[in-house]
């Protein structure tokens, strides 16, 4: 990855919407990596410590090792990497096709298919899980908030590559 910011872009990456676009993303990477490493190493026993008998309701799965990889690989670090990547403006090669297709930096794009996975990720919580919590309003928030603040025009125009459609 490499830096290719002019001072311009700088300037505009500190718009109030891409500062909190990119604090939502460190809240979710954080608190996400957290969590998964809670499930994936059973973490955090008493009354925080996921039930096993709620597996029992849960398709396909059969422990919370592949939850809990999925929510701190995808969710926790995949969310750091795209902030970061949105703080710096760092490039990957990689992801470049998404700023041809958009006309925006790879962490636009990324931050809204994070928040349309999350989304479908609370509301498998909601159809599957027995009990409800106050951290599934707050994540759909969070979900929420990730798939729409990069539609704001000041968001796309801080992230514009100058490249495709936008």
Known sequence: MAISATPEQVVARRQPAVVVLISVLFFLGITALGGGMAMVFGLGGGEVAIPSE???GIPLV????VPGLVLGIGFGI????TGVGM???MRWGRLAFLER???CHWSWAVAMIIGFAHMVWI???LAYLPELSWLQPLYGAVAVALFTLPWLPSVRRALATGEGSA
Request: glycine share 16%; charged share 20%; no cysteine.
């Open 87 to 89: 703080m710096r403006r």
């Open 101 to 103: 297709w958009t006309g």
């Open 123 to 125: 509301g498998l919580e």
């Open 62 to 65: 059969q422990s919370w090792l």
């Open 78 to 81: 995949g969310s750091l990497m």
């Open 54 to 56: 709620w597996l029992e």
